[in-house]
Every structure is written in C-alpha cells, then in structure tokens.
C-alpha cells in the first residue's frame, strides 16, 4: 500500500441490482487501486442507513456502488461537507448514472478514470469531469381534510425526502411499484414489465396542483416533476432536463383513450424515448401537489411520499467526478 495514494471511501449496497454490486465490487476495489487510490470499502445492508454511515465518514472521496436511492442517500452527507463523489452503477436502471454520462458498466467506467493524482490535483475542474448536481426536495404539505404522509404510528411525517431523477404520480408511479417486485434482474426488463401491468390496471385522475404560484387541475395518466430526466431503465422521458441548471422540468400526458396511451406507451419502451402530441413538458422551480386523487409519490425508485407534497429544486447538493 503506498501511504502517499489519495485515500477514497467505497460504499458498496450488497441489495443494489439483486446483489449485482456486491459480486463485482471486489473488482472495482481492484481497478481503484490500480489507478492510484487507496481503497476503504464499506459494505451496507438492509439493516443499515447509509446516509447515516456516509455522514459519519469524513473521507473528501467517496465511491458510492449501488442504485439512484442508494447513490442520492449518500451523495447528499458527502456534499453538506464538501466531499466528492464517484458514482458507479450497480442498480438494475441505473438512470443517474446514464444521465450523467458515465453508462451502465462500473468496471469499464472505472477504466476509463484518470490516475487519482491527476483527479485529485484537478480538484479546480481542469479535467472538466466535475459536475455539482442539483436535487429536489420533496416535503409533506398540511392540507385540510386529507390523511397524508402516515408513519407507522398512524402520525404525519414530517420529514422531507431528497430525490435525484424524477418524482412520479400515476401510471409511471405505479409501473416502477410493480417493477420493484418483479423477478427481473434487468431495470428495463422490469420496468417494461411492470408499465405494461400499470396500464391495465390504471385509470386517469385527476390532481389539483400549484405550479410556481399557479393552481391547475389537471387529469390524466401521470404527472411528473424531473431534475435529471431519467427513469425507468434507461427512458430518457425529459430530454430538456438538466441536473446541474437549477430548474425543473414538469411533464403532463393527457387523459386520452386507453388504446391511444398503449400506442404512446409501445413507443416509449421500443424508443427509450417519449415524443408524442400528449405529452407537456415545461419549466418550473416549484410544484405543490395539492390533491393527489389519493396517488402516491415514487422518486429515484423508492416510495417518497403520500399525499399533498411540495417538490422544489435545490442546487448543486453535492459534487461529482464523472
């Protein structure tokens, strides 16, 4: 071990991708080395908080291995002091990852990095791969007459949540519950899988919602609010949305006939991508869902609220080398 190589803390999440990166992160621990770091690995598991783990650590540089929740969790201590994070995909979608240029393989992004000397003494961004990343956050809203945010005694919570990518209502929401219990080791298989489950089971709603200052009603089959654009395996659904720009982009798809949203929908999951005349896209700072039609809120994989929430964008939360 050379006492001089810059020092870097790897968190690795043994449930992320079904055990994926726990099987390979002996290897990128290898690889790491290789290129110049001396190599801490932390193993996390269900019983576990990694936030908590990654706001005890007081490591500069932090590799985080794992899905999007488990990247955002600890992405978001190592910011509050300043640390950098070098984020590898070990999910099933790994929609951050894909959003922030650096792919789906760990190991062969690992190959590509620099020697940690050269990172570490362009801390200034010479190399021009640092990136601050935004994040939104998602609070509970007090809303009369409605039963929202329960935790497990039955009382509100009030504790926000910290998402990355997308923070979804409806059909989308829905798809990604379903493909959280599916078999599939594959996020786009899964993801697939479980919008085509959601769009026979699902039906248009209708939300009153506040957008900067303005109230809507709309209804349709899902409303989303986007910091990297990302979601479901690798469906790039924002192409406008930009995790570093201080904005968010909300998206809208209109309540039209089952069979013109499975034509949509086909498209989507063949393309990867989403162009079609019902679906809105525009540029926001801050969105209130006010009546949810009793829809929860899924962001970055996970369930993060139920009920009235506010989304508001946060920027540059924490830093990365990408």
Same mark, same amino acid.
């Not at 996970?302 to 990408?322: K, L, M, W, Y």
């Given at each position: 071990?050379?006492?001089?190589?810059?020092?870097?803390?790897?968190?690795?999440?043994?449930?992320?991708g079904r055990g994926r990166a726990l099987r390979l992160a002996p290897q990128a621990a290898a690889?790491?080395?290789?290129?110049?770091?001396?190599?801490?690995?932390?193993?996390?598991?269900?019983?576990?908080?990694?936030?908590?783990?990654?706001?005890?650590?007081?490591?500069?540089?932090?590799?985080?291995?794992?899905?999007?929740?488990?990247?955002?969790?600890?992405a978001s201590e190592v910011g509050k002091r300043g640390g950098t994070v070098i984020p590898l995909p070990g999910?099933?979608?790994?929609?951050?990852?894909?959003?922030l240029g650096i792919g789906t393989d760990a190991l =062969?992004?690992?190959?590509?990095?620099?020697? $940690?000397?050269?990172?570490? &003494? !362009?801390? @200034?961004?010479?190399?021009?791969?640092?990136?601050?990343?935004?994040?939104?956050?998602?609070?509970?809203l007090a809303h =009369?007459?409605?039963?929202?945010?329960?935790? $497990?005694?039955?009382?509100? &919570? !009030?504790? @926000?949540?910290?998402?990355?990518?997308?923070?979804?209502?409806?059909?989308?929401?829905?798809?990604?519950?379903i493909a959280n219990e599916s078999p599939f080791s594959s996020g786009t298989l899964a993801y697939a899988w479980g919008a085509v489950c959601a769009l026979a089971r699902f039906k248009p709603r209708t939300m009153e919602i506040e957008v900067d200052g303005q109230v809507r009603r709309i209804r349709g089959w899902l409303v989303s609010v986007s910091n990297s654009g990302w979601f479901g395996g690798g469906i790039n659904i924002v192409p406008t949305s930009n995790p570093s720009d201080g904005k968010l982009e909300l998206l809208t798809v209109d309540p039209v006939p089952k069979h013109q949203a499975i034509r949509v929908l086909a498209r989507v999951l063949t393309t990867r991508r989403v162009d079609d005349p019902i679906v809105h896209v525009e540029t926001v700072s801050r969105v209130k869902i006010l009546d949810s039609a009793g829809l929860i809120a899924m962001g970055d994989g996970?369930?993060?609220?139920?009920?009235?929430?506010?989304?508001?964008?946060?920027?540059?939360?924490?830093?990365?080398?990408?």
């Open positions: 071990m050379d006492p001089s190589a810059p020092s870097l803390q790897l968190f690795v999440s043994a449930l992320s690889l790491l080395r290789e290129r110049g770091w001396e190599v801490e690995v932390v193993v996390t598991h269900r019983e576990d908080d990694p936030g908590q783990l990654a706001a005890a650590s007081t490591h500069q540089w932090v590799g985080v291995f794992g899905g999007d929740g488990y990247i955002a969790h600890i999910g099933r979608g790994n929609d951050l990852c894909r959003c =062969a992004h690992i190959r590509k990095l620099p020697q $940690a000397s050269e990172i570490v &003494s !362009s801390q @200034a961004g010479t190399i021009g791969r640092f990136r601050d990343v935004d994040a939104m956050r998602v609070a509970p =009369a007459g409605e039963a929202q945010n329960l935790d $497990a005694q039955g009382a509100r &919570s !009030s504790e @926000a949540s910290q998402v990355l990518g997308l923070v979804s209502f409806g059909l989308d929401a829905l798809a990604n519950q996970d369930q993060v609220a139920r009920g009235s929430v506010e989304i508001s964008v946060q920027p540059g939360v924490f830093r990365v080398f990408a």
